[in-house]
């Protein structure tokens, strides 16, 4: 059974650091990887998706990364910002289970001023 | 330019009373899902459409329920909310089941009293 672990489940850093958020599942038998920013009391907001095939992925600040034999990727923001505390949520596709997206429980960002 | 709409953004129903949440899509996408969301929990799959196909959850309580009249449109319906149904619902659409990006709507907040 496919299990997404998100450690750490928060995190409270200052403005301008750089930060990597950590994402770890247990079978490898996947399509893709997807991370998603959640805001208090809202819905998801895809950032990047990361095909099996594929090393990582840019966008603007962001990018992820996707080390599938190891059951492991890496979101990391580059200089935070305040309007960057959200939930962030990874989610995998597994190959075995059509259409199922699995996520893990998120990591709450909090970045200060 | 929503993608995927819910409404409504919140919904307070009474204990038993049947609720119905919707769902529509621009995206023309053939797949349709519902998540279940409760507070800092991961989102939950209840059940997803492939066009007409139904593909329910094995452990999606008899209480859900869903309809899918037309592509743009989908309904999750709750027969008697009981408290523990209180959560975000949240409605995403995708192109396939396999490597394709799911698009979120706003979600639900469901309050039960």
């Known amino acids: 059974k496919q299990e997404v672990t998100q450690i750490p489940a928060a995190l409270s850093v200052p403005e301008g650091e750089n930060l990597v958020l950590n994402c770890s599942f247990t079978?490898?038998?996947?399509?893709?990887l997807q991370w998603f920013r959640q805001d208090p009391g809202k819905g998801l907001t895809s950032l990047l998706l990361?095909?099996?095939?594929?090393r990582e992925q840019t966008s603007g600040r962001l990018n992820a990364s996707l080390d599938k034999s190891s059951g492991r990727s890496t979101l990391y923001i580059a200089a935070s910002q305040p309007g960057d505390s959200a939930t962030y949520l990874c989610?995998?596709?597994?190959?075995?289970?059509?259409?199922?997206?699995?996520f893990g429980q998120g990591t709450t960002l909090q970045v200060k001023p | 330019d929503a993608m995927v709409i819910q409404n409504p953004r919140y919904q307070v129903t009474q204990f038993g009373k049947p609720v119905t949440l919707s769902c529509s899509q621009t995206?023309?996408?053939?797949?349709m899902y519902w998540y279940q969301q409760k507070s800092s929990q991961a989102p939950k799959l209840l059940f997803h459409?492939?066009?007409?196909?139904?593909?329910n959850e094995a452990d999606t309580p008899d209480n859900f329920q869903s309809r899918r009249p037309n592509t743009s449109f989908c309904f999750l319906d709750i027969r008697s909310p009981g408290l523990g149904d209180a959560a975000m619902y949240l409605c995403?659409?995708?192109?396939?089941?396999?490597?394709?990006?799911?698009?979120f709507g706003s979600g639900t907040q469901l309050s039960v009293l």
């Open positions: 995403a659409t995708s192109s396939g089941e396999t490597v394709e990006k799911l698009f």
């Open positions: 079978d490898s038998a996947i399509y893709n």
């Open positions: 990361i095909q099996s095939s594929q």
């Open positions: 989610a995998v596709r597994p190959s075995s289970n059509t259409g199922k997206l699995i």
């Open positions: 995206l023309n996408h053939n797949v």
């Open positions: 459409y492939y066009d007409k196909d139904f593909n």
